[in-house]
């Protein structure tokens, strides 16, 4: 598994590319900061931001087989990156990335981890003229020992990153703080399941970053233990792929949530655990991985950039053989775990409001993987749509079910098999509170003036209280899918049906009735409609226009797709057929 030519060569047209974003002009003060074409502006942060560059850099100048080996021209522009994140480096050692995050512990974090591995790996080439830029990047990185070992963090990936930045840190510098602090970090407990699904969700970005957090933590401090999540993860992963290499992101719980991602992240995570396990489909995910790297629009960050680990941490010269990657399976993702009996702890350990933060409650929840070769299912529980299929070139993003009862989309809370399909269900409730109690009631009530806020809203109990139930029976056909969706109470709500396609599909109403409602969005009242992207099409039946609201409450509809919506009142059972026309290879 050698560093191979065609990374060294993209790494080699990134160097370019930063050079030529890089600001020279010395009177400016974002001074050799790298310009983020997104936005115009120099960051000092690890995605977008120039310590992306100067890892990319760095590798080519500590590379035999780059065209930039021991450029002088790179070099100083190292040089000029450096000073500017010494420029951009707050009192406190922390940094900005300016957009969201200020004087942010796990940003600096990410900066560290990435920072700390080229550090490294300028020290460990035999090249003099690296010295005084190794200083500076080694003087950055002294500066972040205190907020990092007094900083916090917003979500949970963000604990791993600290407690990778730590390990590197102590490493460097010895300090028996920075070791105290990230084992404070590693002892609040894993937060993944036997499945190998982070809290997040999140297949397109946090994921990748918990893994690789985890394996350079594992490295430095001697801890092959927490390897055993990444592999979890690693090979859950190898189900959760598209047959066009797309990752599935149809249930993140992050801002990766429908978006396009590819496994490029996910590159140097594969390449160390094959060296580590000797792992044929880890080797043949590196190489997927590695390929959609070829195709990325964007450089990795700077904390997890392949080439630089590569470069670091060589494979020794072992060969790991590549084995086919599964292309038809069923695979079911927590559907053992029992993700209830953690919730129902929650009142016991005293659960509060996460400040800055949310508590991911969808953690854990089940998710179906269906691979027939060119035909991938996705049905998920506890996010906003329940069923994703992609045929070919058809990509079916999601099929979500909207009420007023919420208002809002409804997620399903389980997911079961049956003997030709499967089951999914979700029940909510909805009532009214009562008054407040008098002798519960504060000083506050008798004053002027008595917010609502000040009332102790926790003492109110509960009336006419309501029970929505929803069931959709999923019927697998040897074509196709059968979806009946079926309330019954409470009668009277309305209820909306929608199934989101790309932007590029054609859209026809064969014997049925469209209405064109938004630009993005067409009423299905009756009838048959096919979809078609390229020689792909997809059939449905199951029209129907039992009320005429274009939208439901708190239920937005996704711009840059094509929607159908059908719309029922309970109490309804109502049935969608999908069928998948040949024409692919399935």
Request: aromatic share 10%.
């Amino acid at each position: 598994m050698a560093v191979s030519e065609q990374l060294v060569n993209i790494n080699d047209l990134w160097v370019e590319q930063g050079m030529a974003g890089q600001i020279l002009d010395r009177d400016h003060r974002s001074f050799g900061g790298v310009v983020d074409p997104e936005n115009g502006i120099a960051w000092p942060n690890h995605h977008a931001g120039t310590p992306v560059w100067m890892a990319i850099w760095g590798a080519a100048l500590v590379n035999p087989s780059s065209a930039y080996y021991h450029s002088e021209q790179v070099l100083e522009r190292l040089e000029y990156a450096a000073q500017y994140m010494l420029a951009f480096q707050h009192d406190d050692g922390s940094i900005s990335p300016g957009w969201t995050n200020f004087h942010s512990p796990p940003d600096t974090a990410f900066v560290v981890v990435g920072y700390s591995q080229l550090y490294l790996l300028l020290e460990q080439d035999d090249w003099s003229k690296n010295a005084p830029v190794a200083s500076r990047i080694l003087l950055f990185l002294k500066q972040t020992i205190p907020v990092m070992i007094t900083g916090g963090c917003h979500t949970p990936n963000h604990r791993w990153v600290l407690s990778a930045a730590l390990s590197y840190l102590y490493r460097l510098f010895g300090d028996p703080r920075l070791l105290e602090r990230a084992e404070q970090w590693l002892a609040e407990g894993i937060d993944i399941t036997p499945d190998g699904e982070w809290t997040e969700r999140s297949n397109g970005i946090y994921n990748a970053v918990s893994d690789v957090m985890f394996i350079h933590t594992a490295r430095l401090l001697d801890k092959a233990e927490l390897l055993e999540p990444v592999r979890a993860n690693l090979e859950m992963m190898i189900y959760l792929i598209h047959p066009s290499g797309e990752i599935v992101t149809d249930y993140s719980g992050r801002q990766d949530f429908g978006q396009n991602f590819t496994l490029d992240s996910y590159m140097l995570s594969y390449y160390l655990m094959t060296i580590i396990d000797q792992n044929p489909q880890f080797a043949a995910m590196t190489a997927l991985a590695e390929k959609a790297l070829q195709t990325n629009a964007r450089p990795p960050s700077s904390a997890n950039n392949p080439l630089v680990g590569m470069l670091l941490y060589p494979d020794a010269g072992t060969s790991v053989l590549a084995t086919a990657l599964p292309t038809h399976y069923r695979k079911m993702i927590n559907g053992s775990f029992d993700r209830y009996q953690y919730i129902k702890q929650i009142a016991e350990v005293g659960y509060g409001q996460i400040q800055y933060s949310r508590p991911h409650l969808d953690f854990g929840a089940p998710v179906m993987r269906i691979r027939e070769g060119d035909t991938s299912i996705t049905m998920m529980t506890e996010t906003s749509s329940l069923l994703a299929i992609r045929y070919g070139q058809v990509r079916l993003l999601g099929v979500q079910i909207a009420s007023y009862f919420g208002p809002g989309f409804v997620p399903m809370q389980s997911l079961t098999p049956t003997a030709d399909g499967f089951t999914m269900t979700a029940t909510y409730e909805k009532g009214y509170n009562s008054c407040v109690p008098e002798h519960e009631l504060p000083a506050s009530a008798q004053a002027t003036v008595s917010p609502w806020y000040l009332l102790p809203h926790q003492h109110r109990i509960s009336t006419h209280t309501q029970t929505y139930l929803l069931e959709v029976r999923i019927t697998e056909l040897e074509h196709g899918l059968d979806l009946e969706i079926i309330s019954n109470e409470p009668p009277d709500v309305m209820t909306q049906l929608s199934l989101v396609f790309d932007q590029q599909a054609i859209i026809t109403a064969v014997d049925g009735q469209l209405e064109q409602i938004t630009p993005e969005s067409q009423l299905w009242s009756a009838g048959t409609v096919v979809v078609q992207q390229g020689n792909d099409m997809m059939e449905l039946t199951g029209g129907c226009l039992q009320h005429t609201a274009s939208s439901v409450r708190e239920a937005s509809y996704p711009r840059d797709c094509q929607t159908l919506l059908v719309n029922v009142m309970t109490p309804f059972v109502h049935r969608i057929g999908i069928r998948l026309l040949p024409g692919t290879d399935v």
